[in-house]
């Protein structure tokens, strides 16, 4: 894998990685919170490939830095949708974080996936983060399946998701990985809450169709948008990857 761009390794581009380099120059900050999200997009800009789903665009490279990413995570924040289309499951422990990340699910409505309900051994814990709008009696029933201590009403019309995240930081879980979907990060960014963005850009094109972007959502902060500044760019067999600071 080679450098393209890293602030903090002023050597020339092109200079090469190992694998095992990945750790540190995806390290997140120390610091008392740290959201970083993680989109694919093809060449064209789809979030997903022809199936609908993130994960026929994935390629070696992306995933490599997709098993660091989650190593450095106490938390996986992913919108309730997204746990269903992608079969997410709760986090299995790896090799390089021993203490698996906590799968976290936004929700309005109070549902939990079924990706929640995954047997709790040998994996991370499950929690719904919702709001008060999703009644009691849904309330009662993700109580009944999680626990009480794993929903979290955050916000009353909808999730406010500052609230959700320093009570995650309040359960030691700092570090938060926020995988999707384009809903979800929309309102993360227009919420102000994501301080990075690990973007992945695969060589490939899926063409018509009517494929989403890795934001959805309305316009952000019009005219302008969010503006990030570029924090590493690498790249291997033609995959970009990528990390981009939420500029302050």
């Known amino acids: 894998m080679r450098v393209l761009i890293d602030p903090r390794r002023p050597a020339s581009p092109g200079g090469r990685v190992a694998a095992a ?19 694919v997009t093809t060449l064209d800009g789809s979030a997903t490939g022809a199936d609908g789903r993130s994960g026929s665009v994935n390629t070696p490279a992306d995933h490599r830095v997709f098993a660091v990413l989650r190593d450095h995570a106490d938390a996986v924040l992913v919108g309730a949708g997204t746990v269903r289309d992608e079969g997410y499951t709760r986090v299995r422990p790896t090799r390089g974080s021993p203490v698996p990340a906590a799968l976290v699910a936004v929700t309005r409505s109070g549902r939990v996936p079924e990706g929640l ?11 719904l983060v919702t709001c008060a709008s999703a009644g009691d009696a849904a309330l009662a029933r ?13 916000g009353d019309a909808e999730v406010d998701l500052a609230d959700a995240l320093d009570r995650l930081a309040e359960r030691g879980l700092r570090h938060v990985l926020l995988e999707g979907g384009p809903s979800l990060l929309g309102t993360a960014l227009a919420a102000g809450v994501v301080d990075e963005m690990a973007l992945t850009l695969a060589p490939v094109v899926v063409g018509g169709g009517d494929f989403p972007r890795i934001v959805g959502g309305p316009p952000l902060a019009a005219p302008d948008g969010v503006a990030l ?13 990528g990390l981009w600071r939420v500029r302050s």
């Open 117 to 127: 309900r995954t047997p709790t051994e040998g994996r991370g814990a499950g929690l």
């Open 21 to 39: 380099d990945l750790v540190g120059l995806y390290a997140p900050p120390a610091r008392r919170r740290w959201v970083r999200s993680n989109m």
């Open 142 to 154: 993700a109580r009944s399946v999680l626990g009480e201590e794993s929903v979290l009403v955050c």
């Open 229 to 241: 500044r570029p924090h590493l760019l690498l790249e291997e067999s033609g995959t970009m990857l």
